[in-house]
């Protein structure tokens, strides 16, 4: 469940999260890029659908808490259900 959040991605985002400092945009393009193309990989081959939607929830939510420190804006809406940016 937690391969998407083990990313470079994730990684630079979490750093970026912690110090306050912003991550370079172009390696932050890249590595956004990366993780779409694992999100979208692991997707084709998932065999069990309902894991693959769980892994993907936690991922969100995941992110939601590194976006709630990088931006100072609390995500108040982060149900499943939710697509909407916080």
Same mark, same amino acid.
């Given at each position: 469940m937690e391969q998407l959040v083990l990313t470079k991605f994730f990684r630079t985002l979490s750093e970026a999260s912690q110090t306050g400092i912003d991550a370079d945009a172009v390696t932050l393009q890249n590595e956004y *890029?990366?993780?779409? *193309?694992?999100v979208f990989s692991e997707g084709k081959a998932a065999t069990d659908k309902h894991d693959y939607h769980d892994t993907l929830i936690y991922t969100r939510v995941e992110l939601s808490g590194l976006l709630t420190g990088v931006s100072? +804006? +609390?995500c108040s809406n982060i149900?499943?259900?939710s697509h !909407? !940016?916080?």
């Open positions: *890029k990366d993780f779409a *193309k694992l100072g +804006k +609390k149900s499943w259900q !909407r !940016r916080c």
